[in-house]
């Protein structure tokens, strides 16, 4: 998106953004919110702040002089974010714990996407060390495992011993663990999201669930520099529904986020498939083996109609 700003591909009339409250010298920061916010403020041709004392002071590329503002509105307004959190299904937290057990590698750079894999992937992860962040969107559960130590950025190649993302969403201690805190480095998207950003991390992970920056993190960490990353996609083996997630092939006119060459594991509860360096035949067993135990069968005779030969490991 920063990148339609800057190349006029979508000029901005108007940037209205919510920043903190300016320091001495006059300078305020765009709080947990830098992600297209700096691009779009540097190109409009007129920017409105909504100045707030609630909103966080934030490090890194998200300082912001107010004689760049136009208009200045003084407000009280609180972030939005999570005022009570919703409890994790089994589903969910076996999910996490797969991923944390067999995937996650301690000294790794991870990135997570929003929701509640994510979540419990983290919550999953109190014994690992020398873990760091690299990502879009920062969560609040990152929080709790630095301050085990869990989290402490020691082994990262990009600016290490820092916490590097483009915004922040979640809990009221979040936000306020966010306040005047060095150890987080806010920078716009379109460099967090930078394909040779992303590689240049050391044991880059990514793990996602939905759309949003994980077109970015799933095509640049297979090719990690160091040789080393991994990109997960996770998902329930089911819908709310009862629908299988597992499909022998997509419906008309669905949208295709990630393509199959860029698909290195997809963990369900009900196990984790290793795609890399597969056929289609041998792809379409790891990933019947973790549908739900009775949506395989179908899977199974409507792969044998789709390939004329059964989905088998060799």
């Given at each position: 998106?920063?990148?339609?700003f800057?190349?006029?591909?979508?000029?901005?009339?108007?940037?209205l953004?919510?920043?903190s409250?300016?320091?001495?010298?006059?300078?305020?920061?765009?709080?947990v919110?830098?992600?297209?916010?700096?691009?779009?403020?540097?190109?409009?041709?007129?920017?409105?702040?909504?100045?707030?004392?609630?909103?966080?002071?934030?490090?890194?590329n998200?300082?912001?002089?107010?004689?760049h503002f136009?208009?200045?509105?003084e407000s009280?307004?609180?972030?939005?974010?999570?005022?009570?959190e919703?409890?994790?299904?089994?589903e969910?937290?076996k999910?996490?714990?797969?991923?944390?057990?067999?995937?996650?590698?301690?000294?790794?750079?991870?990135?997570?996407?929003?929701?509640?894999?994510?979540?419990?992937t983290?919550?999953?992860?109190?014994?690992?060390?020398?873990?760091?962040?690299?990502?879009?969107?920062?969560?609040?559960?990152?929080?709790?495992?630095?301050?085990?130590?869990?989290?402490?950025?020691?082994?990262?190649?990009v600016?290490?011993?820092?916490?590097?993302?483009?915004?922040?969403?979640?809990?009221?201690k979040?936000y306020?663990?966010?306040?005047?805190?060095?150890?987080?480095h806010?920078?716009?998207?379109g460099?967090?999201?930078?394909?040779?950003?992303?590689?240049?991390?050391?044991?880059?992970?990514?793990?996602?669930?939905?759309?949003?920056?994980?077109?970015?993190?799933?095509t640049?960490?297979?090719?990690a520099?160091d040789?080393?990353?991994?990109?997960?996609?996770?998902?329930?083996?089911?819908?709310?529904?009862?629908?299988?997630?597992?499909?022998?092939?997509?419906?008309?006119?669905?949208?295709?986020?990630?393509?199959?060459?860029?698909?290195?594991?997809?963990?369900?509860?009900?196990?984790?498939?290793?795609?890399?360096?597969?056929?289609?035949?041998?792809?379409?067993?790891?990933?019947?083996?973790?549908?739900?135990?009775?949506?395989?069968?179908?899977?199974?005779?409507?792969?044998?109609?789709?390939?004329?030969?059964?989905?088998?490991?060799?």
């Amino acid at each position: 998106m920063p990148t339609y700003f800057y190349d006029n591909s979508l000029p901005v009339d108007v940037a209205l953004v919510s920043v903190s409250s300016p320091d001495k010298h006059g300078f305020c920061t765009l709080g947990v919110n830098v992600d297209t916010a700096k691009a779009a403020l540097e190109m409009a041709k007129k920017v409105i702040a909504l100045v707030s004392p609630k909103i966080p002071r934030t490090h890194g590329n998200s300082i912001v002089h107010q004689s760049h503002f136009d208009y200045i509105v003084e407000s009280n307004h609180a972030l939005h974010g999570i005022t009570s959190e919703q409890p994790l299904s089994q589903e969910e937290m076996k999910i996490g714990q797969l991923i944390a057990e067999n995937l996650v590698d301690n000294g790794a750079t991870l990135q997570l996407g929003i929701g509640a894999i994510p979540d419990s992937t983290l919550i999953s992860m109190k014994q690992h060390k020398d873990l760091g962040i690299h990502t879009e969107m920062l969560g609040h559960n990152v929080v709790d495992l630095i301050e085990l130590g869990v989290v402490n950025n020691a082994k990262k190649t990009v600016m290490p011993g820092r916490v590097v993302t483009s915004f922040a969403f979640g809990t009221e201690k979040l936000y306020e663990y966010l306040h005047n805190n060095s150890m987080f480095h806010f920078d716009c998207c379109g460099w967090t999201n930078r394909a040779e950003v992303i590689r240049s991390n050391s044991r880059m992970t990514s793990i996602n669930s939905g759309f949003g920056g994980q077109t970015d993190f799933v095509t640049a960490t297979p090719t990690a520099y160091d040789g080393l990353g991994k990109s997960i996609m996770a998902l329930p083996s089911r819908t709310s529904r009862g629908r299988s997630r597992i499909t022998v092939a997509l419906t008309t006119g669905a949208g295709v986020v990630t393509t199959r060459g860029h698909t290195r594991y997809v963990v369900t509860e009900q196990g984790i498939a290793s795609l890399g360096g597969k056929n289609v035949r041998q792809r379409a067993y790891e990933l019947i083996k973790i549908a739900h135990p009775d949506d395989r069968e179908q899977l199974e005779k409507a792969s044998f109609e789709r390939l004329k030969c059964m989905p088998s490991p060799d």
